[in-house]
């Protein structure tokens, strides 16, 4: 009985192992094939530590679309602007906003700060305000002095300006900042400079799929004199915005887990089978040659 249970079992074992086993004693190593099994653990410690970079790595994935991203902001855009003007008395410079929605405001000081430079000669304007998302403009000048200059200069370095939150990432290359060191000071000082905006709302979505809300913007600016029938007019430095349709996203992912062992598998099982096939054509062609020679001396 025990031995029909055993025979039984030994036959349902060889009907279904596919991974069946040759005796060690029919097989014969060579020192070909410990030189390509060496090569083949360095070639797939290679790549698997190459998969694993990937793996662990963030990868950050870009898209376009037609919306408005930040719809809680209700409306408004923060933007945040640093600019020096070493020839011009802080008492002087002001910063005024308007819009198409029929906003005018003249010298707004909210969450402003001016700090005197070259001994009270100049001044740096400091400020954080918020603007409609409709074309507009915000312009630095001495329209809200109470009294006008002459000749004021409008020479100046413009430090920062940027809209939106923050963001620091360094795989994000983006024009956030982009008059960021914009250097005026050769200038002619009566002139006017205008700064033509079109800003870009940006969405940054990080692995837990929080949502930070920026935008870039493209620049182009001219620098001119301008005249009206009563003689000159006072110059100032004019930011004009407007927004763009298209939504620019970027989202952080990382590879999935049966991926990156999908991948690792293949590796392992493809290097062995390759390296196989090679050391069996060279252990063949080894054994052929063998048999020449020995046909030769007989």
């Known amino acids: 009985m025990w031995t029909n249970a055993s025979v039984l079992k030994g036959e ?4 279904f192992d596919i991974y069946r086993k040759v005796p060690k004693d029919l097989t014969q190593p060579t020192y070909t094939g410990a030189f390509i099994s060496i090569l083949c653990c360095v070639f797939i410690l290679f790549l698997f530590l190459s998969e694993l970079t990937g793996f662990i790595a963030t990868e ?14 209700g409306g408004k855009i923060d933007v945040s602007l640093n600019i020096s003007l070493p020839n011009l008395h802080c008492d002087l410079v ?13 010298g707004h000081i909210d969450n402003s700060m001016k700090i005197p430079l070259n001994q009270g000669e100049g001044c740096r304007f400091e400020g954080d305000f918020t603007v409609n998302k409709v074309p507009g403009n915000f312009h630095v000048s001495t329209h809200s002095a109470t009294a ?39 200038s002619n000082p009566l002139a006017s400079h205008d700064y033509i905006l079109k800003i870009v709302p940006t969405v940054y979505e990080d ?3 929080r949502q930070r809300f920026s935008y870039q913007y493209t620049v182009a600016n001219k620098e ?9 007019i006072i110059p100032a ?3 004009r915005y407007d927004l763009s349709p298209i939504t620019v996203k970027y989202t952080e992912r990382r590879q999935p887990v049966y991926r990156f062992i999908t991948t690792i598998c293949a590796i392992i099982g493809g290097t062995f089978t390759v390296a196989g096939i090679i050391d069996s054509c060279i252990f063949t062609a080894s054994e052929a040659w063998k048999k020449i020679q020995i046909g030769k001396m007989s």
Do not use: C
Request: negative net charge; charged residues 25%; aromatic residues 8%.
């Open 12 to 15: 349902v074992e060889g009907e």
């Open 237 to 239: 430095i004019w930011f």
């Open 207 to 209: 692995l837990s799929g």
């Open 224 to 232: 001119y004199v301008a005249y009206s029938h009563t003689g000159r």
């Open 94 to 106: 002001g910063l005024d906003i308007q819009d198409e929605m029929g906003r005018h405001e003249v």
């Open 60 to 73: 950050i994935v870009n898209e376009l679309y037609v919306d408005d991203p930040d719809k809680d902001s």
């Open 148 to 186: 006008q200059p002459q000749n004021p200069d409008m020479t100046h370095t413009i430090h920062k300006l940027a809209f939106g939150e923050k963001l620091q990432v360094q795989k994000v290359q983006g024009a956030f900042n982009a008059l960021g060191g914009a250097n005026r000071l050769s």
